[in-house]
């Protein structure tokens, strides 16, 4: 269990241009979530997956944002036409989802992507 | 919607004193509980977590019990040494589904 990667752990772009980041999560959890991060603030929810299907989505995640996670393992989270309010930490996290139903799973966190929009 | 509120920070404390650290939330069911702490260049590490009311969770020396009737859910740990500084997010879930979190609140421990 090597546990959550994110990559890559940096990004520097200018505004008006596409970036993508990808996450690894836990080896056979079926669940991702893609949550963002601001100075001095909490994370806040973006999106999640159950194995490929994408079953919600956040109003923070405009029309710019599309997340997929095609064979149910990595996922991609792109942003199209940057812009510098999207400058914050992207924070993906995976979980496994209880057989017995309504058992609460404990989502484990990567280190982050950290994005600068100039 | 859900949210939750944490005590501002930042705290500092001095190394072997009493920490609490409060959290307060607002919820329509009744969620789980959890504090997560990120330590300086490090991800988010669950550190406890309670599922229903009266629970206690302990990890490392934390503890924090669900209080259904004040909806609170309150950090502390009866001495505090360095390395405990980091910054500590209390969050909720309902239906084992996305966290909500508080603002953080960052904690110092001076030697």
């Known amino acids: 269990d090597t546990g959550v990667s994110q990559d890559p752990r940096h990004k520097i772009t200018k505004r008006g241009q596409n970036v993508t980041f990808r996450c690894d999560p836990i080896?056979?959890?079926?669940?991702l979530y893609w949550y963002r991060q601001t100075l001095g603030q909490g994370p806040e929810f973006l999106t999640y997956f159950q194995n490929e299907a994408q079953l919600e989505k956040s109003r923070l995640l405009s029309d710019r944002f599309s997340a997929e996670r095609p064979k149910g393992s990595f996922s991609t989270l792109e942003i199209q036409r940057t812009e510098q309010g999207d400058s914050a930490m992207y924070l993906c996290a995976s979980s496994s989802l209880g057989t017995s139903g309504g058992q609460q799973e404990t989502q484990y966190f990567g280190p982050g992507t950290r994005l600068l929009v100039l | 919607g859900d949210s939750v509120t944490q005590m501002e920070g930042p705290v500092t404390l001095s190394e072997e004193a009493f920490l609490t650290i409060n959290c307060t939330y607002t919820a329509t069911g009744y969620p789980s509980l959890f504090w997560y702490v990120q330590y300086p260049g490090e991800g988010l590490q669950l550190l406890l977590k309670a599922t229903k009311a009266d629970d206690k969770g302990s990890n490392k020396g934390f503890e924090a019990t669900y209080r259904k009737e004040t909806t609170s859910f309150h950090l502390e740990k009866g001495s505090v040494q360095v390395s405990d500084s980091a910054v500590y997010f209390c969050?909720?879930?309902?239906?084992?589904?996305?966290?909500?979190f508080g603002q953080g609140t960052r904690l110092t421990i001076n030697p």
């Open positions: 969050a909720l879930s309902e239906g084992a589904q996305k966290l909500v």
């Open positions: 080896s056979e959890h079926n669940r």
